[in-house]
């Protein structure tokens, strides 16, 4: 069993907000303590950041943040294991995972850290064909891109709309929704096009010259030619406009909230299902919903991952001392990929 030292770097937070407001480097916070049951200890190589590590950073409520390490995602080396983890999961074993999102809120678990312990439950053994910072990315947001395909019940020979196709959430619906046989028109920001094309589009929109978007869909793919929709932006007019593009038994799947507050977000989910085509409702069906990974899809998307059916793209890695660099990349709206953390190596 390897030596593991009483202290670890790492990113603590006590209260809510953006990271430049919050984050605090400690260099000596204590290291989690040796594993039991099926638990894990996980040294931690690369945390890809995420719009799920800030959105709870800025959302849960102060109270219940005491030395906090933000980010759910991450990869690795299996350092320690408790005497029921299961034995593909012995130490020195390569892994990828995401910390629960009740652990981060109710016990400040985080992955901008040296260590982390974690259930098995919530460690995946990483395929041999996927690099280690690839593996940081094949959590959180790829669990959320591939449950919007369950939802959809998606097939082979859809037309699939991915609003968003450039950003986390979205490269990965898009690049599933391929593999799967369907095909894929995205929107995205100019500068993304190519990229968007060369993960499996088959035409991308630029939605900020091609506004009001809903208007440029009706007059370029009108007549109900998609069967699924999935928005990872969250844009009301897109899906009341919808029954214009979006055949009559297609899905809506929206995940987004891009730029608004979670109450709007909720009260559209409740509007959007609940009412009724019949008294003035939208008539296509809304889904939407929170994300909670599973193992099962974790090794779903690492199989995916090992055929080359999904490629996390890296835009840039940081030192975990410069991660407030790293977030400040994240958030500009330039990046083409992931924003990765180097931790160990
Ligand atoms: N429900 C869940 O379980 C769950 C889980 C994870 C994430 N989410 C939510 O899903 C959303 C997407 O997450 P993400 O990690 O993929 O975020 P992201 O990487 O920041 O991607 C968001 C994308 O939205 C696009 N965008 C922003 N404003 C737009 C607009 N007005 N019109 C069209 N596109 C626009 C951007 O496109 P360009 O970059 O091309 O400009 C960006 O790529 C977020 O709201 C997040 O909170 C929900």
New binding site residues.
């Given amino acids: 069993m390897s030596t593991i030292p009483p202290t670890m770097r790492a990113w603590v937070f006590n209260k809510a907000g953006t990271p430049e407001n919050v984050l605090k480097f400690n260099p000596a916070h204590p290291t989690p303590a040796p594993p039991s049951g099926s638990n894990v200890l996980v040294r931690i190589y690369y945390a890809a950041l995420?719009?799920?590590g800030t959105?709870l950073m800025n959302n849960v409520p102060s109270i219940l943040r005491r030395s906090a390490i933000p980010e759910l995602d991450f990869s690795g080396f299996i350092a320690q294991a408790g005497e029921k983890a299961p034995p593909e999961l012995s130490p020195g074993t390569a892994v990828f995972g995401t910390v629960p999102v009740l652990s981060s809120v109710l016990r400040g678990v985080g992955t901008l850290a040296a260590y982390i312990s974690l259930p098995a439950e919530n460690v995946i053994v990483k395929p041999k064909t996927v690099g280690l910072p690839e593996a940081a990315g094949l959590t959180?947001?790829a669990n959320?891109a591939m449950l919007m395909l369950e939802k959809a019940k998606i097939k082979a020979g859809d037309r699939v709309l991915v609003?968003?196709g450039?950003?986390?959430?979205?490269m990965v619906a898009l690049q599933a929704s391929r593999s799967v046989g369907a095909a894929v028109v995205a929107?995205?920001?100019e500068s993304?096009m190519n990229m968007v094309l060369q993960l499996g589009a088959e035409k991308t929109i630029d939605?900020r010259a091609s506004q009001p978007l809903h208007k440029f869909l009706v007059d370029n793919y009108g007549l109900q030619q998609f069967d699924i929709i999935f928005d990872?932006?969250?844009?009301q007019d897109l899906f009341e406009h919808s029954p214009r593009y979006l055949k009559p038994d297609g899905v809506y799947v929206n995940?987004?909230?891009?730029g608004i507050s979670t109450a709007l977000s909720l009260w559209r989910w409740f509007k959007n299902s609940a009412h009724p085509g019949l008294l003035g409702g939208i008539p296509r069906k809304f889904i939407m919903?929170?994300?909670v990974p599973t193992k099962q899809r974790g090794e779903k998307i690492a199989a995916l991952a090992a055929e080359k059916s999904i490629d996390i793209l890296v835009d840039s890695t940081f030192k975990l001392e410069d991660a407030l660099l790293g977030y400040k990349r994240m958030l500009d709206?330039k990046r083409n990929g992931r924003c990765l953390i180097e931790i160990s190596s």
Avoid: E, I, M, P
Avoid at 166 to 170: F, L, N, Y
Avoid at 232 to 235: A, F, H, K, L, Y
């Fill in positions: 995420s719009s799920a959105n959180s947001l959320t609003h968003g450039g950003g986390d959430v979205g929107t995205c920001s993304k939605y990872t932006v969250g844009s995940v987004g909230g891009v919903f929170n994300t709206g």
